[in-house]
């Protein structure tokens, strides 16, 4: 037999949870594919018999007559009389004449696979000879690729902004993620929006942030009118514009796929679907149900007749994998360990806003670490300096669990710069119940901030002195040095979410390279370390690393401006992460971001200032050159994730212009 898949080209998207994305040639996936995948199966008979129209075409003028058959006006095949369909089953012309049909796709897939795609060598379709295969498939080929663009309008398809898909009108989706729910749905759907930017595939506009990926038209919101959804994803500008629809639970309503096929033309859709092993995705929906719906009426009237309470949390079973530990048991009378965490980041603001949430706002009740330096109370570093210390030193730390709904918070904006902490969090943790809060600020200056914070705190250990001498200790030729050191690693790493992990400060990369500063006449050493403020500012890429572990909607990003120009609006930001646990901060008009950990830098004899045009211009250079994409990738992620229309854009400090794309 002849091996579909070694011509499609199909590829297979893997989700970190092993789950499978099935291939979808009309969008040439082997732009995003990771991997090259043999043997798949013919999912899509659709795509392929809309295909074989053009291949049918084709093929039958290839075609010698069949032995024996019955001179007709098919068999003739002359110029002048009807021009038959090519059957090659036998039997009558009628079992291949899904040409002229809007319904082709009913053609059973073994007809096509069986006998359509049979070896050349090994004979023929009822003495039918291929002696022209090569062309016949490659014609197939194209057609897998273009063939849905020349499909007229489905028969009986509604008049509405869908189906007459003209410009000015709304854009409707016409590709569709269905499923399923707990397979890397969230994760995929990211890839292809977010990290595969290009695409332009557009989402769902001015609906709550989790709508924009999940709309839930067809199966929830669908008295709302199919003009309705064409207007949620914004005016068609041009034709081959391109929307999607990444809702999971359609696979869940039987009605669905009905309703897609009279609202919109059936043979212009394609479907994405993720799938994964069906016990642990089961067991992941139910600890999903745990973590978040379990407080509504419905989902605890149902599991309750199974024994489950309604504070389920210290009846889930342990994380698959996961464990067996005092985080994981959560059990009354033993250690508190944190499930909310402030990762990061250095000089965005970390400090003030722990202790805003851990002292002014105390009626939060968010335990810190007990019975370590004052210092550590903030930043007790187990996940990345201590983790040898064990996961029961670790909640031995946070004081006695008293109630099941006690919460501690763990603020280290160090675990953002470790590739490795998000790993052991999901290891260690329930995975489900864990909240990240993230403070960012202009990564030029939080830069600066921290190469001055060296100079006040840190340079006086020798491995900062080693790693900074050899620039002459100046903030200027560590731009010039070793930026482009940093930017070579990040260009010559395939993938995104793989810039932190092997672009980070302690990354090896930076073990081996040795340059020689011209204006000291020295080498460099400890090359890692000196690009740490800039390794530390690329918040883009840190965020898709922790992507990778946790969905993007436990975290909870502020910007150190905006808490500083509008504080209250900016702090809201943060509910998401605080009502999970049941937490709600009230904040008065007046209220502003505490001003804490702001060293003067006394005997800083060493440290390189500027004037503010010369920085300007030093940071206008790191914003195009070397920030850029990182940027970008924030943007979008507060956008897509978060439903900020209109991010800060650190560039117009620089008087940077906005790509069109941002404006």
């Known amino acids: 037999m002849f091996d579909v898949s070694t011509w499609v080209n199909c590829e297979v998207v893997r989700a970190p949870s092993e789950s499978c994305l099935f291939f979808n040639p009309n969008l040439r996936l082997l732009e995003i594919a990771k991997r090259r995948h043999k043997g798949v199966g013919m999912w899509h008979p659709r795509l392929f018999l809309s295909a074989i129209i053009t291949a049918a075409l084709y093929a039958a003028v290839e075609v010698p007559f069949a032995s024996g058959a019955a001179d007709n006006a098919c068999t003739r095949r002359a110029v002048g009389e009807g021009l038959c369909p090519a059957d090659p089953r036998g039997g009558g012309a009628d079992k291949f004449c899904f040409l002229q049909t809007t319904r082709r796709w009913q053609l059973q897939r073994e007809i096509l696979i069986s006998e359509v795609f049979r070896d050349r060598e090994t004979a023929a379709y009822k003495g039918v000879g291929m002696g022209h295969t090569r062309l016949f498939l490659s014609v197939i080929t194209t057609a897998v690729l273009y063939a849905a663009v020349e ?3 489905a028969s009986g398809a509604a008049d509405n902004a869908c189906t007459r898909r003209a410009v000015g009108e709304g854009l409707c989706p016409e590709l569709f993620l269905i499923g399923f729910q707990k397979a890397g ?12 930017g290009h695409l332009g595939l557009k989402y769902a506009q001015g609906l709550p942030a989790d709508d924009n990926k999940e709309i839930h038209f067809f199966d929830v919101k669908y008295a709302s009118g199919i003009e309705w959804y064409a207007s949620m994803y914004g005016i068609r500008n041009a034709t081959d514009e391109i929307s999607m629809d990444a809702t999971p639970d359609y696979t869940r309503v039987p009605q669905v796929p009905a309703r897609i096929q009279k609202e919109l033309i059936p043979d212009r859709c394609r479907f994405i679907v993720s799938i994964r092993d069906p016990v642990t995705r089961a067991y992941s929906w139910y600890k999903h149900i745990h973590a978040v719906y379990l407080q509504k009426d419905d989902y605890d009237a149902a599991l309750q007749p199974f024994g489950y309470k309604a504070d389920a949390a210290v009846e889930v079973p342990f ?7 005092a985080c994981t048991r959560r059990a009354v009378g033993e250690g508190l360990c944190p499930e909310l965490f402030l990762i990061g980041f250095q000089k965005a603001g970390s400090t003030a806003l722990w202790f805003y949430l851990t002292y002014e706002k105390g009626h939060l009740g968010l335990k810190y670490a007990q019975g370590l330096p004052a210092d550590d109370n903030k930043e007790i570093h187990f996940f990345d300096a201590k983790y040898a210390s064990g996961i029961e030193w670790y909640a031995s730390m946070y004081g006695i669990r008293n109630a099941t709904d006690e919460i501690s918070m763990d603020a280290t904006p160090d675990y953002t710069r470790v590739p490795q902490v998000p790993a052991r969090i999901q290891k260690e943790l329930i995975p489900d119940r864990c909240r ?53 690693c990040i260009e010559s790493t395939t993938n995104a979410n793989d810039v932190h992990g092997n672009c980070g400060y302690q990354s090896a990369y930076f073990h081996a390279p040795r340059v020689e500063i011209e204006e000291t006449g020295l080498e460099t050493k400890l090359l890692g370390l000196a690009s740490s403020p800039f390794c530390d500012s690329l918040y883009g890429y840190i965020l898709l690393h922790w992507f990778k572990y946790f969905n993007p909607q436990q975290f909870c990003v502020v910007v150190y401006e905006d808490l500083l120009d509008n504080f209250e609006g900016e702090v809201a930001f943060l509910k998401p992460c605080l009502s999970f646990y049941g937490k709600e901060v009230s904040i008065w008009p007046s209220e502003q971001l505490p001003k804490l950990n702001e060293q003067a830098c006394e005997s800083c004899d060493k440290l390189e200032t500027f004037e503010p045009e010369n920085f300007r211009e030093l940071g206008a250079d790191l914003h195009r050159n070397f920030f850029l994409t990182s940027n970008e990738l924030v943007r979008s992620s507060l956008m897509i994730f978060y439903g900020r229309a209109r991010p800060r854009r650190w560039e117009d400090a620089y008087d940077i212009p906005s790509p069109a794309s941002e404006s």
Do not use: C
């Open 151 to 153: 499909v007229p309008f």
């Open 436 to 488: 990240f809060i993230v403070s960012i600020r202009d990564p030029v200056t939080r830069a600066y901030s921290w190469y001055k914070h060296i100079h006040a705190v840190f340079l006086q250990e020798d491995d900062y002195d080693s790693a900074l001498q050899p620039f002459g200790y100046k903030f200027s030729l560590m731009v010039k040095y070793v930026v482009p050191q940093v930017l070579r």
């Open 319 to 325: 994380a698959s994998g996961a464990a067996d530990n």
């Open 185 to 196: 749905s969230t994760a995929l759907w990211f890839y292809l929006t977010y990290e595969k």
